[in-house]
């Protein structure tokens, strides 16, 4: 029979026993490869959770440029330097930056190999690598012609190019921009490149013209942004789907022309926005399949090619949710919370996500498409019933309201992600 | 016997102070995409951390049957049921003002 003794013995001991826990926990050590929206909070969010975690960011880029409003940069309603963020808060945060390009990741012995020669080991790694395009897609569309035809979809001196070539064209010159076809980043994001180029054309070049040729047939937000076109851009721009024959098949940068299966567009300004998939250390890694994007189960989103590897952000197959920043940062919320959770030996729990996309269809007109995901069948599958776009009919201020809405969220998000 | 309590329930609290906030329920996180958890300047999304559970359901519930009609909060609140809300909500409530 227990003495008062081997009471106070026992007490002692599971005081003792908790320290013991926690340094296990603070041992655990998290690398996340990229710092953008998702890498970035993936990496506070885990430090958030739990402090005593490790935790190693590996950007090489010592500002990080945005995406979301960079349209606006091409209006010339915002400047570049609105969509730059430093990683000082990151760091404030208590993740350790390493400022260097991720050149391996051996799943097999869980360590990054990063640009310097030194190698991060991990007990889970988050890899946030965002895009790259793909520059075998489309002939005659190489890195030397980006810089004559901009895809500007990697924000930065991309963005700056793209605007800087419209304010040089002449007056009653031909905007072409080219779409892709399904998956690519941000897929309401060159209709909202259209209105915002249209409305700045109607300002300054009054008798230029902007085409559109796209490799579908129907695309994000669609009836609303065609309804906004034909009220406030009648005339200005034109989209040609994939069955009118819209899909450019190759291009001529020192000519400036789009090629379709039916005719040649010369361009005065082109904007070719090309095929994409996820950044070549996901390939590396062994994460990417034959998609070129990275396949992951919907709860903690490790992947399903390489156990410990958890992919977020557009990199990832994430089922119903689009390739936008505001998934990214849902998603990395919840990656992170399920890697403390894994860590600690605990199972994470099913979750919930949810995404908003904000276009500006002018700097006062928003629209929005907002869905709820769950795990469903291993993917994260539309909550039925929830989402959907900004109704066709509104009174009042509703597209003004939206427009305000989505800066809040641009500075909200870039905020408590940067800040 | 009491005196086994005391320690046990000690380090148990540790712990359950260590993994609280990974304990925010299904959707919280996703959230604060736009109501911040942080004071944002210039934004005029209101926080919703602090504020009332009570307030915070109605108001979910209210957005999803369509008798508030808001931008995009009525799609959103309909991906949710009411065990769902209410836990979303007591979780914003008990989050620092």
Redesign the interface.
């Known amino acids: 029979m227990a003495t ?1 003794r081997t ?2 013995k ?3 001991a ?2 003792l ?2 320290p013991a ?2 340094s296990a ?1 603070g041992a655990g050590r998290v690398v996340v490869v990229g710092g953008g929206f998702a890498g970035a909070t993936a990496a506070r ?1 885990l430090k ?3 402090p ?1 975690l490790n935790v190693t960011l590996v950007e090489p880029n010592r500002v990080f440029t945005a995406c979301p409003f960079s349209n606006s940069v091409l209006a010339a309603i915002r400047e570049i330097s609105q969509q730059q963020f430093g990683y000082d808060g990151v760091v404030g945060a208590g993740v350790t930056l390493a400022q260097t390009a991720a050149t391996a990741v051996d799943a097999a012995a869980k360590t990054v190999t990063l640009a310097d020669g030194n190698k991060l080991p991990y007990d889970r790694l988050v890899m946030a690598p965002g895009i790259d395009i793909r520059w075998d897609a489309l002939p005659g569309y190489d890195e030397a012609a980006a810089e004559k035809m901009p895809h500007a979809w990697k924000a930065g001196a991309q963005t700056v190019l793209l605007r800087q070539q419209l304010q040089a064209m002449e007056d009653g010159g031909l905007v072409v921009m080219s779409a892709p076809a399904n998956p690519f980043r941000c897929p309401p994001g060159p209709y909202e490149r259209a209105s915002l180029i249209a409305y700045w054309l109607k300002l300054w070049k009054p008798k230029s013209k902007l085409l559109i040729l796209d490799s579908k047939d129907a695309f994000s937000k669609q009836r609303l942004f065609q309804n906004a076109w034909a009220q406030l851009y009648p005339g200005i721009i034109e989209w040609v789907s994939l069955s009118q024959g819209g899909k450019v098949t190759s291009v001529d940068p020192s000519t400036l022309t789009l090629v379709t299966d039916f005719a040649r567009h010369k361009a005065a300004v082109a904007n070719v926005i090309p095929p994409q998939k996820a950044s070549a250390i996901a390939v590396q890694a062994g994460v990417a399949d034959r998609t070129g994007w990275c396949p992951v189960e919907p709860v903690a989103f490790e992947s399903t090619l390489q156990p410990g590897i958890h992919v977020v952000g557009d990199a990832a197959i994430m089922g119903g949710m689009p390739k936008s920043a ?1 998934a990214a ?2 998603q990395a ?2 990656c992170a ?1 399920a890697i ?2 894994l860590l ?1 030996g605990r199972k994470p ?8 996309c904000y276009s500006l269809v002018a700097p006062d007109y928003g629209i ?1 498409i ?3 995901y ?1 795990p469903d069948k291993g993917v994260l599958a539309d ?1 039925p ?4 776009v ?1 109704p066709l009919e509104v009174v009042g201020g ?1 597209r003004g ?2 427009a ?2 989505a ?3 641009f ?3 870039t ?2 992600v940067y ?1 | 016997m009491r005196h086994l309590l005391v320690p046990v329930l000690a380090s148990s609290v540790l712990l359950a102070g260590a993994v609280q906030a990974a304990d925010a329920p299904p959707g919280a996180s996703s959230c604060t995409g736009c109501h911040a958890a942080t004071k944002i300047a210039d934004s005029v999304i209101p926080r919703i951390a602090g504020r009332k559970a009570a307030d915070i359901a109605t108001a979910m519930r209210e957005y999803r049957s369509g008798a508030l009609s808001p931008t995009v909060m009525g799609r959103i609140a309909k991906g949710f049921d009411d065990a769902q809300i209410d836990a979303i909500a007591a979780w914003f409530a008990a989050q620092p003002e």
């Open positions: 008062r009471f106070l026992l007490g002692a599971a005081t026993a908790a826990i926690a926990q969010t958030k959770l739990e005593r505001f940062n849902a919320k919840v919370a403390v959770e600690a729990q099913e979750p919930i996500l949810i995404n908003t929005s907002a869905g709820v769950r909550i019933g929830a989402g959907g900004s509703f309201q939206e305000l809405y800066s809040s969220w500075k909200t998000i905020t408590e800040g």
